[in-house]
């Protein structure tokens, strides 16, 4: 059974930092490119940052470069996502997402093409 389970979510001031953590289990992880998206209220989902399978290339939206970082543990099978800075625009639900095959710009950015997906978990930015 395949699993991704995101924790580390919550309620954080403006200028807060919180870490997100996505647990994977059931695939092979170090074999998946890994990816952080969000959804805010009525607006569609959007990737916020993409991690390659060893780790070694990353990529992030433009609103959240230099805020945020993602990294991965494939000896524990999980992927984080190091938010700092947060603003009241981060606010959404933050999901993790995988698959074995997304490897250009135009295919990470892609929702449709990630095979698995997580829960998410609330991230609410608000004083």
């Known amino acids: 059974q395949v699993l991704l389970v995101e924790s580390g979510g919550g309620l954080v001031?403006?200028?807060?930092?919180?870490?997100?953590?996505?647990?994977?289990?059931?695939?092979?992880?170090s074999s998946y490119t890994m990816s952080w998206y969000r959804q805010a209220p009525g607006k569609e989902r959007e990737l916020v940052a993409v991690i390659t399978r060893a780790g070694t290339g990353t990529n992030y939206a433009d609103s959240v470069k230099g805020r945020f970082s993602i990294s991965?543990?494939?000896?524990?099978?999980t992927v984080y996502l190091q938010m700092n800075s947060l603003k009241p625009e981060d606010t959404a639900v933050y999901y993790c997402a995988a698959d074995p095959f997304v490897f250009t710009p135009q295919a990470m950015g892609d929702p449709d093409r990630y095979?698995?997906?997580g829960q998410g978990t609330q991230v609410t930015v608000s004083s």
Do not use: H, I, V
């Open 13 to 29: 001031q403006p200028g807060g930092s919180l870490r997100l953590s996505c647990a994977a289990s059931g695939f092979t992880f």
């Open 72 to 77: 991965r543990d494939n000896a524990n099978n």
């Open 115 to 117: 095979r698995y997906w």
